[in-house]
């Protein structure tokens, strides 16, 4: 046993040899995977600033189109009201002249049926029409 032991300490004994494992990469490739991740950090920033250009862009749009939208409804607004006052405003006149209109009928109805005492041919054609 002792002789075992004494073997063992002169002579060790390795579990796995180093130098038979191949290396995974070499110095070449670990250069360039680092250059690869710095490229891919100043891609990524690059990416970042102009996705937040179109983010920035994107907002303006929808600003301008709320605004877009509200001159327009304002203005179909506006439309209305106006439409409304001018009906109004170019109906007046005429219900004047049909008040008028209709206020002379009645005077001169007034005065056939007047005139109709006198004459017995006009008292006869205003009850054939349902005036007299």
């Given at each position: 046993?002792?002789?075992?032991?004494?073997?063992?300490?002169?002579?060790?004994?390795?579990?796995?040899?180093?130098?038979?494992?191949?290396?995974?990469?070499?110095?070449?490739?670990?250069?360039?995977?680092?250059?690869?991740?710095?490229?891919?950090?100043?891609?990524?920033?690059?990416?970042?600033?102009?996705?937040?250009?179109?983010?920035?862009?994107?907002?303006d749009?929808?600003?301008?189109?709320?605004?877009?939208?509200?001159?327009?409804?304002?203005?179909?607004?506006?439309?209305?009201?106006?439409?409304?006052?001018?009906?109004?405003?170019?109906?007046k006149?005429?219900?004047?002249?049909?008040?008028?209109?209709?206020?002379?009928?009645?005077?001169?109805?007034?005065?056939?049926?007047e005139?109709?005492?006198?004459?017995?041919?006009?008292?006869?054609?205003?009850?054939?029409?349902?005036?007299?």
């Open positions: 046993m002792s002789i075992l032991f004494l073997l063992t300490l002169l002579f060790p004994v390795h579990a796995q040899d180093n130098n038979d494992v191949p290396v995974p990469y070499s110095l070449q490739d670990r250069d360039r995977i680092m250059r690869t991740e710095v490229k891919m950090e100043a891609l990524e920033e690059t990416m970042t600033v102009k996705f937040d250009s179109q983010q920035r862009q994107l907002d749009l929808k600003t301008l189109f709320y605004w877009g939208f509200g001159i327009l409804i304002t203005l179909f607004v506006f439309m209305m009201g106006y439409l409304i006052w001018d009906r109004r405003t170019a109906l006149p005429a219900l004047e002249k049909s008040a008028s209109a209709e206020e002379k009928i009645k005077n001169l109805l007034n005065a056939l049926r005139y109709s005492r006198k004459d017995s041919g006009l008292a006869e054609i205003l009850r054939s029409h349902g005036l007299l």
